[in-house]
């Protein structure tokens, strides 16, 4: 079977941190509120997507050639912070110990064919919150939360369909 719309590859943000980030979401931006709480390692800034039509079983056997070189995560966000370029209504959650996502998605990169598109920006972690108007980004910003250790210990591959915001996974791992 293929993928019938972009593929990306996210590490699931656990309870119950995910069910906190889709109500902050879901106060400001009813779109991304569909979308599940998670950290795209794969097909965000510094990829983009990975392309629709893809064989499934393929991009499983690719990402299990690398798993075992992929470790959990323990981070904590920084804070909110709006998206460049977006003057400041468009927001994300910025983790801290970026290095480890990074080394996650150059190994990804490096370590797989997937046949992607590409972008001329670098790979930036990140949790999209959504579009904040300038009324209520005070009160976004104090339901955000920073301090708590999060580890992430699911990899997984989903397709996204743009248009409706469904998230469809494709396969997981433990890590």
Known sequence: MKTKYPAYIVLDIPEPF????????????????????EITVFGSTG???IKEGQEISFMIKE????????????FTFSGLK???GS??????????NKDAFIRIHEAI?????????SSEGK??????????????????????IPGETI??????????????????YLHSWSL
Not at 87 to 96: M, W
Not at 127 to 137: H, N, P, T
Request: glycine share 4%; hydrophobic share 35%.
């Open 18 to 37: 995910a069910s906190q980030i889709i109500a902050i979401r879901s106060k400001c931006d009813s779109f991304r509120a569909r979308i599940p709480a």
């Open 47 to 49: 990829t983009r997507h």
């Open 63 to 74: 990402l299990e050639r690398i798993i075992p070189s992929i470790t959990r995560v323990s």
């Open 82 to 84: 709006p998206v460049p």
């Open 87 to 96: 003057s400041g209504h468009a927001v994300f959650l910025d983790p801290n």
């Open 109 to 117: 990169k490096n370590g797989t064919s997937f046949d992607y598109v």
């Open 123 to 144: 790979y930036s972690p990140h949790c999209s919150i959504g579009r904040v108007d300038k009324s209520s980004l005070e009160n976004v910003r104090a339901q955000v």
């Open 151 to 168: 580890e992430l210990r699911k990899l997984s591959l989903v397709q996204f369909n743009p248009e409706t915001a469904d998230t469809e």
